[in-house]
């Protein structure tokens, strides 16, 4: 009998504990859901949002994205906590370090999708994992990259140009509500990636609250464009059930803007 997929409904998978090794030393700890009963189709890498406002491997549209994509869509989903971020899955080694130190972090978990042989793999960024895929993630193993809620805070113009030049696929979901960088604005800043897209989504805000679903359909429709979409929103099959209570202490107000400096504020502040 069809069950509703609820928002702590976790889905069949084959999901491995596993740790990544940066270039500088540290290890990172991190979780591979792949497909039960098949091959993956695709590859998600996820990279959080920021860890000093509550993101975290387990961010809820990444938890939901590992929970529910291998069963509904044949894709693998790699998520991570950077350096110095922690989850039930535990902490990561090194502190953050405001988009530096964290271009090993994010080597580290594409070497480790090409190295587990993992099938076109595609970077989903959110918040803070946008700069991170803009900055570090154009990589001849990617294959393109979504970005959820773009602030363009950490990424430069020239990591654009670099984006634009290689012709890779990049989506920006950018909600109409943002509280950093709102739709116009977005296909403006983005005008100089030529493959660019830039997905307005009505209504959204920054955090994707009560909009999972239709972030899950428009990635997929990106990375495995042979699977319908709108995903199905009920299981006929075995189901589990998340705690809801595991992260009572990193609500909604965990996220609330406090001033993190960009690469212009930090070369002002410096002189």
């Known amino acids: 009998m069809s069950e509703p997929i609820r928002s702590m409904s976790i889905l069949p998978a084959e999901r491995r504990d596993i740790e990544l090794h940066t ?8 979780e591979l859901a792949l497909p039960a009963d098949r091959p993956p189709v695709a590859t998600l890498v996820c990279l959080h949002p920021l860890p000093t406002h509550g ?8 938890r939901k994205a590992a929970w529910r994509l291998p069963a509904l869509a044949g894709v693998a989903v790699l998520r991570f906590n950077t350096r110095g971020t922690s989850s039930e899955r535990g902490t990561s080694g090194g502190s953050f370090d405001s988009a530096e130190g964290e271009r090993f972090d994010v080597a580290a978990a594409i070497e480790y999708a ?6 076109r793999v595609w970077l989903l960024g959110w918040s803070f994992g946008t700069d991170l895929a803009l900055r570090y993630g154009c990589d ?12 363009l805070r950490f990424a430069t113009d020239a990591d654009l140009a670099t984006w634009s030049a290689s012709g890779k696929p990049l ?4 909600p109409e509500l943002d509280d950093y960088l709102r739709p116009d604005e977005a296909t403006r800043r983005f005008a100089v990636v030529g493959q660019a897209e830039v997905v ?16 899950l359909d428009e990635v997929v429709r990106r990375v495995a464009p042979q699977v319908t979409v709108p995903l199905p929103t009920s299981w006929d099959g075995p189901m589990e ?6 992260y009572a202490d990193r609500t909604v107000a965990a996220f609330a803007d406090v ?13």
Not at 23 to 30: E, F, H, I, Q, R
Not at 55 to 62: A, K, L, Q
């Open 114 to 119: 090409e190295f587990a042989e993992l099938p």
């Open 140 to 151: 001849p193993a990617v294959e393109g990259a979504i970005l959820l809620s773009p602030p």
């Open 241 to 246: 059930f998340g705690d809801a209570n595991a």
């Open 55 to 62: 993101g975290m491997m387990d961010s809820h549209v990444f």
């Open 171 to 174: 989506t920006a979901l950018v």
């Open 259 to 271: 001033p993190v400096a960009g690469p212009a504020q930090r070369q002002a502040d410096e002189g």
């Open 23 to 30: 270039a500088d030393g540290l290890t990172l700890v991190g």
């Open 200 to 215: 307005g989504v009505d209504g959204a805000r920054h955090l994707w609250v009560g909009q999972v679903e239709r972030v």
